[in-house]
Nanobody
Framework: QVQLVESGGGLVQAGGSLRLSCAAS????????MGWYRQAPGKQRELVAR???????NYADSVKGRFTISRDNAKNTVNLQMNGLKPGDTAVYYC???????????????WGQGTQVTVSS
């Protein structure tokens, strides 16, 4: 069993900052990539930022220059530093991990339960 536990969401004024953290635990052999997605009311879930095991990153165009993703491979954690927040960033943010539970198992995708980020104008 694998669990992804997120923390760090909340309410912030426009221009402010928040830091999201996610820890993966359970039976984990290797993690290929970890990332953050978000879903605003009435919209589809979208990629915010993603980082691979060797440190390659990619970001949604809307957050480039404002958000920074980082990862601690030894601790199976991923963080998202969000600066210059805008009301348009308001959404539920979900942690995502693509991983193997054992050397012989298939690669699967896991999701956290989500954490609310609200940016007021």
């Amino acid at each position: 069993q694998v669990q992804l536990v997120e923390s760090g969401g909340g309410l912030v004024q426009a221009g402010g900052s928040l830091r999201l953290s996610c820890a993966a635990s359970g039976s984990i052999f290797s993690i290929n990539a970890m990332g953050w997605y978000r879903q605003a009311p009435g919209k589809q879930r979208e990629l915010v930022a993603r980082i691979t095991s060797d440190g390659n990153t990619n970001y949604a165009d809307s957050v480039k220059g404002r958000f920074t993703i980082s990862r601690d491979n030894a601790k199976n954690t991923v963080n998202l530093q969000m600066n210059g927040l805008k009301p348009g960033d308001t959404a539920v943010y979900y942690c995502n991990a693509v991983l193997q539970q054992s050397w012989y198992s298939s690669i699967r995708t896991y999701w956290g339960q989500g954490t609310q980020v609200t940016v007021s104008s």
